[in-house]
Nanobody, 122 residues
Framework: QVQLVESGGGLVQAGGSLRLSCAAS????????MGWFRQAPGKEQEFVAT????????RYADSTKGRFTISRDNAKNTVYLQMNSLKPEDTAVYYC???????????????WGQGTQVTVSS
């Protein structure tokens, strides 16, 4: 089992930045690929970014490419999402997830955090 806890969400003005963190505990020696997803009110959960175990591979949704950066520190069992140039449409609950595949599909992830709210005001 892997437990994931997100932090770093909050309220920010459009154009601002936030950095989300996701701390993993439990069987992290299994070394999972990690992803970030988000869900806005009344919308489906959507892929944001993913990173491979060794950080060599990263992938982003078109809506976040060039503004968001995913990274990880395996020594700290933590994955990050640096979000710059935030827009009101980025407002959502952000979830981190762990899985065995590098994927944009939520069904490919086995473990999920509880989510952290990000609100971007215009």
């Amino acid at each position: 089992q892997v437990q994931l806890v997100e932090s770093g969400g909050g309220l920010v003005q459009a154009g601002g930045s936030l950095r989300l963190s996701c701390a993993a505990s439990g069987r992290t020696d299994s070394s999972y690929n990690m992803g970030w997803f988000r869900q806005a009110p009344g919308k489906e959960q959507e892929f944001v970014a993913t990173i491979s175990k060794s950080s060599i591979i990263t992938r982003y949704a078109d809506s976040t490419k060039g503004r968001f950066t995913i990274s990880r520190d395996n020594a700290k069992n933590t994955v990050y999402l640096q979000m710059n140039s935030l827009k009101p449409e980025d407002t959502a609950v952000y979830y981190c997830a762990a899985g065995s595949a590098i994927s944009s599909r939520k069904n490919d992830y086995d473990y999920w955090g509880q989510g952290t709210q990000v609100t971007v005001s215009s």
